[in-house]
């Protein structure tokens, strides 16, 4: 049975930093792209950031580059978000998720097939 379970989530105030982890189990994820989703209330889960099994290649939103870093530890099976300068609008569920299709990055939540339960960042002003 496939499990990614998140960890880290928290209260925090604006320019507060943060290190959210997932830890996958049930397979090994071998050339899976691995994600962090988040979702406001209201709004479309979106992606985050996202990592190559290799972890050469990344992906990061528009609204998190430069604030938020992916890494993966393959033979731990765990991905992590550090996540500094926090702003009032990066509240939301984050959400670990792992690719379907190997050996790309999607930025598409359907392309996604594992997920995490999810766990809540808020940060206050």
């Known amino acids: 049975q496939v499990q990614m379970v998140e960890s880290g989530g928290g209260l925090v105030q604006a320019g507060d930093s943060l290190r959210l982890s997932c830890a996958a189990s049930g397979r090994t994820f071998s050339g899976a792209t691995m994600g962090w989703f988040r979702q406001a209330p209201g709004k479309e889960r979106e992606l985050v950031a996202a990592v190559t099994w290799s972890g050469v290649s990344t992906y990061y939103s528009d609204s998190v580059k430069g604030r938020f870093t992916i890494s993966r530890d393959n033979a731990k099976i765990t991905v992590s978000l550090q996540m500094n300068s926090l702003k009032p609008e990066d509240t939301a569920v984050y959400y670990c998720?792992?690719?379907?299709?190997?050996?790309?990055?999607?930025?598409?939540?359907?392309?996604?097939?594992?997920w995490g339960q999810g766990t809540q960042v808020t940060v206050s002003s």
């Open positions: 998720a792992a690719a379907r299709e190997l050996w790309v990055l999607p930025k598409n939540r359907n392309e996604y097939e594992y």
